[in-house]
């Protein structure tokens, strides 16, 4: 078993529910094609425009006319901000136990998280009862790397890098953890064990992470 030293996790779709439930719902509401905004979105993956906004290039007034190009490109305008109302999402509480767990192990934690200028999580979760619990996941991170603030992206091989510089870890010594495929690869081909968080319950990443972990 490899010896880990840090446990590198996602922010929304593994704190949190995912946005891509988000879109689904709306997709069905509107008749769209499953994972329509998805597809979207992964076209074009680095330089389209939620990439864009995410490493803040452009600012939400052109991210919302240039997703709506996108978008009707593909069959069906969305306009970007219509996009950014559906990111609304509410805590996953088995994954921020999973985190104290980790801290309690003494290994390093951190956080690489695609974010959205001005729509960080702290915006995205404005709606949830407790704002405290929010607090106390950031407390429990060693190193947090922010797209929009950072400028660069998930699954850009560069941020996790720079994690690993944050951290002082080589990636094998790493576990991370994120609902996306996509961004698993990068660092999964840079040798860090990954663990891919399901949209619908993340209790079956939980179970995989302690084991990894040996608990």
């Given amino acids: 078993m490899p010896d880990f030293k840090a446990v590198i996790f996602d922010f929304g779709g593994v704190f949190t529910t995912s946005p891509v439930q988000n879109f689904a719902v709306f997709e069905r509401e509107n008749n769209l094609p499953e994972r329509f905004i998805g597809d979207v979105i992964k076209t074009n993956i680095n330089e389209n425009a939620w990439a864009k906004f995410e490493r803040a290039e452009i600012d939400l007034d052109t991210f919302d006319g240039a997703f709506a190009e996108e ?29 104290t767990r980790v ?3 003494g290994l390093k ?79 999964r081909e840079m040798g860090m064990t990954t663990i891919k968080v399901p949209f619908d319950d993340v209790s079956p990443a939980v179970t995989e992470l302690d084991m990894l972990l040996g608990r």
């Fill in 103 to 105: 801290k309690q192990r």
């Fill in 109 to 187: 934690t951190g956080c690489i998280t695609n974010n959205l200028p001005k729509v960080g999580s702290n915006e995205m979760l404005a709606q949830n009862e407790n704002r405290d619990i929010l607090e106390l996941i950031h407390k429990n991170f060693d190193a947090m790397i922010e797209s929009a603030k950072a400028g660069v992206r998930k699954p850009e091989p560069r941020i996790y890098e720079m994690m690993c510089e944050m951290l002082s870890v080589d990636p094998e010594h790493c576990i991370f953890l994120d609902d996306l495929g996509v961004n698993l690869k990068p660092a």
């Fill in 71 to 99: 978008t009707r490109a593909a069959g069906f305008e969305i306009r970007g901000k219509t996009l950014v109302g559906l990111l609304s999402l509410t805590f996953n509480h088995n994954m921020i136990d999973a985190l």
